[in-house]
């Protein structure tokens, strides 16, 4: 499985939306309406399944399922 679709699961679980709009294209907030609760969950999934690290700093610039996968592309 690779990186997106590892992601794109966790997103689907996280925000219980339909996996048909999770494309690296879309926006956390407005294509997959998560708030704010729901990014601080959908981060710490993404630590756990990869088993690394998001500073808050790095996580309030991701703005789009590309950002989160770019970021575990290069750090974990």
Request: glycine share 0%; net charge negative; with cysteine.
């Amino acid at each position: 499985m690779n990186t997106f679709e590892k992601v794109k699961d966790i997103i689907v679980d996280s925000l219980s939306c339909d996996e048909n709009d999770v494309t690296l294209e879309a926006s956390l907030t407005d294509d997959l309406e998560a708030d704010s609760l729901d990014a601080v969950e959908l981060i710490m999934a993404v630590e756990d399944a990869f088993d690394i690290e998001i500073s808050d700093e790095k996580a309030s610039a991701m703005k789009t399922v590309k950002d989160i996968v770019d970021y575990v592309e290069a750090n974990a």
